[in-house]
């Protein structure tokens, strides 16, 4: 079964409030992800002692996007919203100033939209 690692935003994706997530993958690799696709939520790469904490089912096929184009909405489904409120970093960013940066040097990212549909016992 695929695995997506959600390291940072992971407490975002268990709280449910993540449905979101854009990725730097390249194109083939991304070809390997479909709608319907059950996908391993991991909170960390499983080479690096990694945990898986949910399934997810992708709602969309991967589609490539500039970071500069991702709607405000993405900002609350990403999980940003509430990684704000709770004073967490991603990558060492506040989730606002993430999403300005992706707005001021924009890459093309895969966004992978999905549901959960079951959280893992700790």
């Known amino acids: 079964m695929k ?3 959600f390291a940072w ?3 975002a994706l268990l709280a449910g409030v993540k ?3 854009r990725r730097d993958w390249s194109a083939r690799y991304a070809a390997q992800f479909g709608k319907g696709d059950i996908v391993q939520a991991y909170d960390r ?3 690096y002692g990694g945990k898986k904490v949910a399934l997810i089912r992708l709602t969309h096929d991967p589609s490539l996007e500039s970071t500069a184009e991702a709607p405000l909405s993405d ?3 990403e999980g ?3 990684l704000e409120e709770w004073s967490l970093k991603v990558d060492g960013l506040s989730p606002v100033t993430l999403w300005r940066v992706w707005g ?3 890459r093309e990212l895969w966004v992978v939209r999905f549901e959960v549909i079951e959280i893992c016992p700790a």
Do not use: A
Request: no cysteine.
């Open 19 to 21: 449905t979101v997530t």
């Open 80 to 82: 940003f919203r509430w």
């Open 104 to 106: 001021l040097y924009p």
């Open 9 to 11: 935003t992971t407490p």
């Open 75 to 77: 900002f609350e489904l």
């Open 45 to 47: 790469q499983p080479r």
């Open 3 to 5: 695995i997506i690692s």
